[in-house]
Structures are given as C-alpha cells and as structure tokens.
C-alpha cells in the first residue's frame, strides 16, 4: 500500500504533519485557520513517499494555490 506523510508549512517549519494512504488528501478550511489564525492566501508544503523497508522518499514541495 502507498502512504505518505503530507507536512504543511510556516516558514521553514511545520506546522502540521499527517500521513494518508493515497496521493490525495484535503487541508480544510478549519484545519488552516487553526494553524494560522486565520486563512492564508498561500501556504507551503511538502509530501513525501514513506516504504517501510527504505524510508522516506525525497521531499517534493508546493505552495497552495
């Protein structure tokens, strides 16, 4: 099975980390303003592929939208 752990970010540190078990998850609109204070127009994140036998993957990382 896929699984990979999603961390969004303020800065260069995160601020919320979570793993899911397909390429899509949902940052809800609560989730942020509890995170920030309120909605950001930007945020940045990175996603990283986990294997139990290797590890995490490279990080690949965004800003939304």
């Known amino acids: 099975p896929e699984t990979y ?3 969004v ?3 260069s540190d ?3 980390s979570w793993t899911v078990n397909s390429p899509s998850t ?3 609109a609560t989730q942020q ?3 920030f204070g309120a909605l950001p127009e930007t945020f ?5 592929q986990l294997s ?4 995490p993957g490279a990080a690949h ?3 939304f939208p």
């Open 26 to 28: 949902t940052y809800t």
């Open 14 to 16: 995160p601020i919320r």
């Open 44 to 48: 940045a994140f990175t996603i990283e």
């Open 5 to 7: 752990r999603v961390s």
């Open 61 to 63: 990382s965004g800003v």
């Open 52 to 55: 139990t036998s290797l590890g």
């Open 33 to 35: 303003d509890a995170d």
């Open 9 to 11: 970010m303020d800065g």
